[in-house]
């Protein structure tokens, strides 16, 4: 990266990390149980709101429950489940034409961090008629306050519940981007484990690790809190613990509520510090290829932390003794690549690829222009790289220099 754009760069981010105490983020409220949630809505005068889901849970029965205690209840709801996994402009704009339709008051996001992602973007819309998607991607394109959104996840990763960010695919152009701004926050957070139960073996995976990579990115780059430290070890602490027993026995108990927690820590860190590279190069695969989010940042994760090699060292095998993945004695390189080494078997127990070989040479140098867009000058990273040299990152993770 040239010289000066180095210099920009890193000024932004430590501009950005000064103003930190001064912006308005927020934790969501907590509810224990969905039976919670008409209480909430009594207190705010709803009668009727929106679930945004799709169709897999659908068909699986899962919002049942959660359909059955709306309706014992007198509060009234429409259902749109038709969000893809990378969820699309047109996603959004289905969603916000039904709850219009429909004269819904607030939204139930129920489902992993697509139907989230969808919830979020079709408030926005909701509330800022005129101003598109498109035009909302970046930083602080929103500022007004959205209908009620209460989240609902049902997978322990995305961390989505807790986050000021809605990523969406924009699917004509093969591009993925993330919309930014504190409204997005949702206002209220479901965390049952019993939510949780059903999700497959392969998911639970994926988007375990996906929160593991939160966590992380959040630990390594350079806009760390005392708070945001503390959650990031929670996180992978509970994570170390719990993932594969979640993976093993999806019925799990512990494991299940370990994991939500899990989630939920590793959430609260990247909302206030921010993710890395790891995120740009995924969000880029999954506006090119549909890649799930959770799986490319499973299979991105180590061969990333490899490249950032010692210039993460220190930070990274803090993280590492303070967890327990690390033995106490060891010295900063040797717990860094104690904690690669975890997440590699990790990822190798649960049947997770180590490359992504279906990637076109052709397409690299677009999805690195679209990974720099997203990641300069905002994500603190340990080691800043250009286009130029995040190309690498695709050659590594395809699994071939040539």
């Given at each position: ?90 996603n959004v704009e289905e969603a916000r034409e039904l709850y219009l339709t429909e004269g819904a008051q607030a939204i139930i996001a129920f489902g992993g961090g697509s139907s989230m992602d969808c919830a979020k973007a079709a408030g926005a819309r909701i509330v800022k008629p005129h101003q598109s998607i ?269």
């Open positions: 990266m040239f010289v000066l754009r180095r210099i920009y760069c890193r000024s932004f981010q430590m501009v950005f990390k000064m103003a930190l105490p001064l912006l308005p983020y927020r934790n969501p409220k907590i509810i224990p149980s969905v039976v919670g949630i008409p209480e909430v809505c009594r207190k705010k005068k709803i009668t009727k709101v929106m679930i945004v889901t799709d169709e897999g849970i659908r068909r699986l029965g899962l919002t049942s429950f959660l359909e059955k205690t709306l309706t014992e209840n007198n509060i009234s709801y429409c259902i749109y489940d038709r969000t893809v996994a990378n969820p699309t402009i047109w498109q035009q909302m991607k970046g930083l602080l394109k929103v500022h007004k306050r959205l209908p009620l959104l209460i989240a609902i996840p049902t997978t322990a990763g995305t961390g989505s519940e807790t986050t000021l960010a809605a990523v969406i695919t924009d699917s004509e152009q093969h591009y993925k981007y993330p919309i930014n701004d504190f409204v997005l926050i949702p206002r209220y957070a479901v965390l049952d484990y019993h939510e949780t139960v059903g999700l497959p073996a392969n998911i639970t995976a994926t988007t375990g690790m996906d929160a593991l990579t939160h966590a992380v990115e959040a630990y390594i780059g350079g806009s760390t809190t005392k708070e945001t430290r503390s959650m990031a070890e929670e996180a992978v602490c509970l994570i170390h613990e719990h993932l594969k027993n979640a993976y093993d026995n999806g019925h799990n108990k512990e494991a299940r509520k370990g994991m939500l927690r899990a989630a939920y820590c590793a959430g609260v860190a990247f909302t206030k510090s921010y993710v890395g590279y790891i995120h740009a190069v995924a969000h880029s695969l999954g506006g090119q290829y549909g890649t799930p989010h959770g799986l490319a940042n499973a299979v991105i994760l180590p061969i990333v932390l490899r490249i950032y090699g010692p210039d993460c060292e220190k930070k990274l095998g803090t993280l590492a003794r303070n967890t327990g993945v690390a033995k106490p004695e060891m010295d900063d390189a040797k717990a860094t690549q104690c904690f690669i080494d975890w997440i590699q078997k990790m990822n190798d127990s649960m049947g997770i690829p180590r490359y992504f070989p279906e990637i076109c040479k052709k397409d690299i140098p677009i999805m690195a222009k679209h990974a720099d867009k997203e990641a300069n000058p905002l994500y603190p990273v340990p080691v800043l790289m250009d286009r130029k040299e995040l190309e690498k990152i695709y050659l590594a993770v395809r699994g071939k220099t040539c």
